[in-house]
């Protein structure tokens, strides 16, 4: 099992597959990952490029989300998830990026900013149902100091 990070907080990139999970359909799958989120144990970062693109999913007509229920989602969403370039970085996004390893290319091109986030403000995860993102997970271990999990393996082998 991977242990927590040394300052006893784990910091996560959530792509947005997840996020609906969490904030829309309320999967019962993920609960210890969203009370590890409420109770502070885990810390989740976006930017602003993520959070737009995460807006304009919420007004996909395939969605159960209307003009009555969006605010609270968003609310919810911002509760929980630090957009990183909308405010003074506490210290564990306090370093510009540091990486000078570049990240493999993701094929879908919507997804290499959940990796560039990762890197750049040093998350210790991103956590993704995007079979193009995992796939990009063993490229990734190997010269990141970030890891790439599905919701399920980051749940099964990660202690918080």
């Known amino acids: 099992m991977i242990q927590k990070s040394t300052e006893n907080r784990l910091v996560l990139v959530l792509d947005t597959n997840v996020c609906l999970d969490l904030f829309i359909f309320h999967d019962p799958r993920w609960d210890k990952l ?10 989740a970062i976006t930017k602003k490029s993520c959070r737009d693109e995460w807006l304009a999913v ?8 209307n003009d009555d229920n969006r605010s609270a989602i968003i609310r919810a969403f911002d509760n929980l998830i630090r957009c990183v370039d909308s405010e003074l970085l506490s210290p564990i996004a306090a370093v510009a990026p540091t ?14 900013q959940f990796m560039e986030l990762a890197r750049d403000f040093n998350a210790t995860h991103l956590i993704t149902k995007d079979k193009a993102l995992l796939k990009c997970a063993k ?11 599905s919701p399920e393996i980051f749940l099964k082998t990660v202690v918080f």
């Open 34 to 43: 969203l009370s590890g989120l409420l109770e502070k144990k885990l810390v």
């Open 58 to 65: 919420l007004h996909y007509k395939q969605l159960p989300v």
């Open 99 to 112: 990486s000078v390893i570049k990240l493999p290319i993701c094929t879908d091109p919507d997804d290499q």
């Open 139 to 149: 490229r990734v271990a190997q010269y990141h100091s970030f890891k790439i999990f």
